[in-house]
């Protein structure tokens, strides 16, 4: 017996019948609705039934046969396909990340929510703009590869950005255009044959950093972090390390600027060492207090820095970009291994954000969200000195976030757990340590903190905390 699903239409919008037919069993085959070996009815018998010209119901059908959802067998009509295609899940489930490592892909930010940038202070008109420029550009461009380093013209845009804000001096040849930080992360491993290594990694530090590394086999060892910054442990006690990973501007997240002194301990290590630092500049020009201190890379005269960088936290992180700067005697490898197996994404993506740069806007919004960030973090502290219990010392130098430090033993862990069911997106600060006596505490994203009801999720937090 024929499905007697029917499709919804409407003839209002600018939704072709046919496509809205098309949409509207695809969506029920996907979610399970229209089950594997299930007849539909046929399109002589849907065209009477929606009130459609039988051609509008035959193309639609023809649509799903493009893509191998269903199947037409003489007699037998039109049937979903007995083996639906890889990625068409029979159930709709919603998609979540490995616990604890992301937040929900689907909803939020949730207040608070580390990594984020403000969602009310976007300059909406000038990225539209970009955008569009970038898709009309994209209709006419000629079909062919695009250059798997990432567009010429962004990369030039990048290379003025780490001269003026940066004080790194490189040439375009030498930058890449990634899949943010994590996408070059997993370049500079790959070209430099580091799986399977020792690495030193900041103690606290940024967590998916660490388990990336432990995920390509290398052995991270915990540097501690001081007022200073990193302080690595004495070498001789670790032989063999061939990387550290490192965030100089803030560190993440404490938020102290590596101090000088620091800096070339560090650069001399890797130079005596015959090691490689990956700078992780995740913030970049974003110091809230007075100029950010040149990167790493800028004091790199021996090519061991590979400097990071992202638009996560600048622009949006759904646009899935980052840069890669490698030291001068290593392009021609980079490009070699980029163009074969990590190819930078879509053109439409890199273009909009190169124009977006070419027309002065990235470093205006790099301007006003210093400014905004300053001002809700001292919003921030005022409301949690008024509403927490003043035995929660607070720190708040430095950083996007704000440290609350609880009493050794607490579980913040849990405490975050229960925070998140009140719609607050604190993260752990145990779980940004490696060893298990960790001090414990909550780090509050600011960049969405707003006046009008900063005060009212302070109150939920304390409650939350004294439960
Ligand atoms: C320390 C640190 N590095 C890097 C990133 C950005 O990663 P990606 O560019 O892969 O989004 C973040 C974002 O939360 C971060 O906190």
């Known amino acids: 017996m024929a499905e007697s699903y029917l499709p919804p239409v409407s003839r209002e919008g600018h939704v072709s019948l046919t496509q809205q037919i098309f949409q509207g069993l695809r969506s029920a085959i996907l979610n399970g609705t229209l089950q594997e070996r299930a007849r539909l009815s046929s399109w002589q018998d ?7 010209s039988r051609g509008t119901v035959k193309r639609a059908y023809d649509l799903l046969k493009d893509e191998n ?10 049937r979903v396909a007995a083996i639906l295609p890889i990625g068409a899940p029979p159930q709709a489930a919603k998609e979540s990340g490995p616990e604890g490592l992301f937040y929900d892909f689907e909803t939020g930010p949730q207040y608070f929510q580390l990594g984020v940038p403000a969602q009310d202070q976007f300059p909406g008109k000038a990225w539209h703009a970009a955008w569009r420029r970038a898709i009309s550009a994209e209709a006419t461009r000629p079909q062919i590869y695009p250059d798997p380093r990432g567009l010429s013209s962004l990369r030039r845009e990048v290379a003025g950005y780490l001269a003026t804000a940066r004080g790194v001096r490189c040439l375009t040849n030498q930058i890449f255009i990634t899949s943010g930080f994590a996408g070059a992360l997993g370049v500079v491993l790959n070209v430099m044959n580091l799986n399977g290594k020792k690495a030193f990694v900041e103690e606290p530090g940024f967590p998916r950093t660490r ?8 052995e991270t060892i915990p540097a501690a972090v001081d007022g200073e910054g990193i302080r690595l442990p004495i070498t001789g006690l670790h032989p063999g390390v061939e990387l550290t990973v490192v965030t100089p501007g803030q560190q993440a997240p404490l938020g102290m600027t590596l101090s000088q002194g620091r800096r070339q301990e560090l650069l001399k290590w890797a130079d005596d060492s015959d090691a490689w630092i990956i700078e992780d500049d995740y913030a970049g020009e974003l110091q809230l207090s007075g100029h950010a201190s040149p990167a790493l890379a800028a004091d790199d005269t021996s090519g061991r820095v590979f400097h990071i960088g992202s638009f996560s936290k600048t622009l949006n992180p759904g646009l899935r970009l980052g840069f890669l700067v490698v030291p001068r005697a290593l392009t021609e490898r980079f490009a070699v291994f980029v163009g074969h197996l990590a190819p ?12 977006f740069m070419t027309g002065g806007h990235f470093f205006r919004h790099l301007r006003q969200m210093k400014a905004l960030y300053a001002d809700r973090k001292i919003m921030l502290v005022d409301a949690l000195r008024r509403e927490l219990h003043p035995a929660i010392r607070c720190d708040f130098e430095g950083a996007l976030s704000v440290r609350l430090f609880l009493p050794p033993g607490t579980d913040d862990v849990a405490i975050a757990g229960v925070a998140r069911t009140h719609d607050l997106g604190v993260l752990p600060l145990s779980s940004w340590y490696q060893r298990k006596d960790s001090p414990r505490g909550l780090l509050l994203g600011i960049a969405n903190v707003r006046r009008r009801d900063v005060a009212s999720r302070c109150k939920t937090l304390s409650r939350v905390l004294s439960l």
């Open 46 to 52: 849907l065209s009477a039934q929606l009130g459609v």
């Open 211 to 218: 388990h990336a590394l432990e995920q390509a086999g290398l």
């Open 69 to 78: 959802l269903v199947e037409t067998k003489g007699s037998g009509g039109t």
């Open 344 to 355: 930078a994404g879509s053109v439409v993506a890199q273009q909009a954000v190169q124009n």
